[in-house]
């Protein structure tokens, strides 16, 4: 990955691995204002399918469930990822029965092999969600899935997470 930068001062700049390494890694997931990038290069890779979606539990149990996560995501996979939230269901395209109530819960994204999907889902599976739909779809599908909860016209996008961050606001007793 490469990324073509004008910085603040009006300087022009190209970052990669080799060349401004600090706002290299800065770009790739700490958030914003390091300056405006012009073009950026990366690695593809094919994926047709992944298995995943969410799984949810009582927000009574968001500090049991955030410490679980962090310990299960440090060890996990690296081709298993997951989204930590707390929120209210709105509606559709939840059941009717979790509509308005609270929630912390998980949306995971597995890109490894699929036949080992339910043998990595299985400690998930094991914290017993109250509410749990996940599975082998295509990859567009888990990226549009929250789209119809969201402001239309906005550019929503979630890519990552840093659990200690959400530790530390949500459960510091943890």
């Not at 997931?29 to 890779?45: D, E, L, M, R, Y």
């Not at 799984?55 to 049991?64: A, G, M, N, S």
């Not at 996560?69 to 929120?87: C, H, K, R, V, W």
């Not at 509606?91 to 995971?108: A, D, I, M, R, T």
Request: aromatic content about 16%.
């Amino acid at each position: 990955m490469e990324a073509d930068m004008v910085l603040a001062d009006g300087s022009f700049v190209t970052v990669n691995k080799d060349q401004y390494q600090d706002l290299y890694w800065a770009i790739r997931g700490g958030g914003g204002n390091f300056g405006v990038v012009t073009s950026f290069k990366f690695q593809a890779h094919p994926l047709k399918t992944v298995y995943g979606g969410p799984t949810l539990w009582p927000v009574e149990k968001t500090p049991e469930i955030m410490a679980w996560y962090q310990s299960f995501i440090e060890s996990a996979p690296e081709d298993l990822n997951g989204f930590f939230a707390t929120m209210v269901i709105p509606g559709p395209p939840f059941p009717e029965s979790l509509h308005l109530k609270k929630f912390c819960g998980v949306v995971w994204c597995y890109t490894g092999d699929a036949s080992k999907a339910e043998e990595i889902f299985k400690p998930i599976t094991e914290m017993n969600p109250i509410f749990q739909h996940v599975g082998e779809m295509p990859y567009p599908a888990i990226q549009t899935m929250f789209d119809g909860l969201l402001p239309p016209g906005h550019q929503w996008y979630w890519r990552g997470i840093f659990s200690m961050t959400l530790m530390e606001i949500w459960a510091p007793s943890i």
